[in-house]
């Protein structure tokens, strides 16, 4: 599963609102008898250096009661993709 949601610049609001999208989508799981992995999550922000300076110092989320750090790399279908 992936998530993506946009992050407004010096907005603590918008990590709570990709916080409880995450949530949402892990009553879903449950729902439908399935488990959400915080272990196999990752987390990353993508943007300019400038953008990302600006956001909100704050940078984890909360995936099934677990906090995530976000980081500079994801891999997603064999491809690794940097934040800077």
Excluded: E
């Amino acid at each position: 599963m992936q998530l993506y949601t946009a992050i407004r610049p010096g907005s603590c609001r918008s990590f709570q609102a990709a916080s409880d999208c995450v949530a949402d989508v892990q009553g879903w799981f449950l729902d439908n008898r399935m488990l959400l992995n915080p272990t196999k999550t990752d987390a990353v922000l993508f943007g300019t250096h400038a953008r990302r300076a600006k956001t909100y110092t704050v940078r984890v989320i909360d995936v099934a009661g677990t906090t995530v750090q976000f980081g500079d790399t994801v891999k997603l279908l064999g491809v690794t993709l940097v934040s800077r």
